[in-house]
């Protein structure tokens, strides 16, 4: 059984930085492409950065790049994303997915296991 679990969401600040992970456990972490969503109040849950499985391909949405850094450790079989510089618009809960393969995809559909999810609350 596929589980993932996310952590490092909270309360921070225009500007501030925080950092989330995702714990995977229930398979081979190193043989799937991972990724971030996210879903604010009233809005389609979106793609934010993914990852493939051996870390060498990154995607990310216009909106966070150059600020969001994804990575991924797969001897702790655990997934990063580094948010910098946050903006208001970032307040979301976010949530870690798993795709089944090796490539990032950017599809909501693609990935059919997810994690609970945490909240970032961005104040100004």
């Known amino acids: 059984q596929v589980r993932l679990v996310e952590s490092g969401g909270g309360l921070v600040q225009t500007g501030d930085s925080l950092r989330l992970s995702c714990a995977a456990s229930g398979r081979t972490f190193s043989g799937y492409a991972m990724g971030w969503f996210r879903q604010a109040p009233g809005k389609e849950r979106e793609f934010v950065a993914g990852?493939?499985?051996?870390?060498?391909?990154?995607r990310y949405a216009d909106s966070v790049k150059g600020r969001f850094t994804i990575s991924r450790d797969n001897a702790k079989s655990t997934m990063y994303l580094q948010m910098n510089s946050l903006k208001s618009e970032d307040a979301a809960v976010y949530y870690c997915?798993?795709?089944?393969?090796?490539?990032?995809?950017?599809?909501?559909?693609?990935?059919?296991?997810w994690g609970q999810g945490t909240q970032v609350t961005v104040t100004s």
């Open positions: 997915a798993s795709t089944g393969g090796l490539v990032v995809l950017t599809y909501r559909n693609a990935y059919p296991y």
């Open positions: 990852i493939s499985a051996n870390g060498g391909t990154t």
